[in-house]
């Protein structure tokens, strides 16, 4: 089993659940590239995060796996499974569309460029120059790509490429007329989130023909984090399901 975070993420977001799955599946965690401890491109399109993964996969002589794709990682999960689904036996996507939305995260581009490395003594100091322009939950996720080394504080993310890739980021990438991926595939999504709404089911339903949507009530889009039972629940039914025929 794979699981992908969702952007300004890392593999440390699935700690809990990874551990509730590791004494029944070999669970692969990884940074994406220009996140955690992975290494920076200047390609952060969604075709080379597959390539990266599909790597890693035949790092871990891993011919077909189980993919758990939240947000950013939901795409790449996604667009995987629609161009090499003989490597994806099923497919969860949590709380992510196969669509082009039109936000951008230059609200959490301008948090980052608000601490000043150069100056800060601690974690509290950058939390504080953070603070004006985001919020408590947010600012605390954010701050996770803070560390320090010998030269001082750095973010662990690539920065620059991440915010000359928004609008790659944001978007789907174009598919064949005939993608699609009939495997046992679930959206669990937030009830309080609108990433995944009636008005995006013809698109999911025209690539994930077999798709259900799993709703987690009183979660936002951070599912697993708002509603850690609700999405377990979802989990556990997606990782029982049948499929007929």
């Known amino acids: 089993m794979l699981l992908l975070h969702g952007l300004f993420g890392s593999s440390s977001n699935w700690g809990a659940v990874a551990r509730q799955l590791e004494t029944r599946?070999?669970?692969?965690?990884?940074?994406?590239?220009?996140?955690?401890?992975?290494?920076?491109?200047?390609?952060?399109?969604?075709?080379?995060?597959?390539?990266?993964?599909?790597?890693l996969?035949?790092?871990?002589?891993?011919?077909?796996a189980t993919l758990v794709g939240h947000s950013m990682g939901g795409k790449v999960a996604m667009h995987l499974a629609l161009n090499h689904p003989q490597r994806v036996s099923r497919l969860a996507v949590v709380d992510m569309s196969p669509v082009r939305y039109t936000h951008n995260f230059d609200a959490a581009l301008?948090?980052?460029?608000?601490?000043?490395l150069a100056t800060i003594r601690s974690r509290a100091d950058a939390d504080r120059q953070m603070a004006p322009g985001i919020g408590g939950g947010v600012r605390a996720f954010l701050l996770q790509n803070l560390v320090k080394d010998a030269a001082g504080w750095r973010w662990r993310l690539n920065l620059p490429a991440l915010a000359a890739a928004q609008a790659e980021i944001t978007?789907?990438?174009d598919q064949r007329?005939?993608?699609t991926f009939g495997g046992t595939t679930y959206f669990i999504h937030g009830v309080l989130s609108?990433?995944?709404t009636p008005a995006y089911e013809p698109a999911i339903r025209r690539f994930?023909?077999?798709?259900?949507?799993?709703?987690?009530?009183?979660?936002?889009?951070?599912?697993?984090?708002?509603?850690?039972?609700?999405?377990?629940?979802?989990?556990?039914?997606?990782l029982a399901h049948t499929p007929s025929g």
């Open 25 to 55: 599946y070999h669970v692969l965690v990884p940074d994406l590239r220009n996140h955690g401890q992975s290494p920076h491109h200047a390609d952060t399109s969604y075709p080379a995060m597959v390539d990266d993964v599909l790597r």
């Open 57 to 64: 996969l035949d790092a871990h002589d891993v011919g077909v």
């Open 110 to 116: 301008d948090g980052f460029g608000a601490v000043d």
């Open 171 to 173: 978007g789907f990438p």
């Open 177 to 179: 007329s005939d993608a």
């Open 194 to 196: 609108d990433y995944v």
């Open 208 to 238: 994930f023909p077999n798709a259900i949507l799993c709703p987690v009530d009183g979660a936002g889009h951070w599912v697993y984090a708002d509603q850690p039972q609700g999405f377990m629940a979802c989990l556990d039914a997606f």
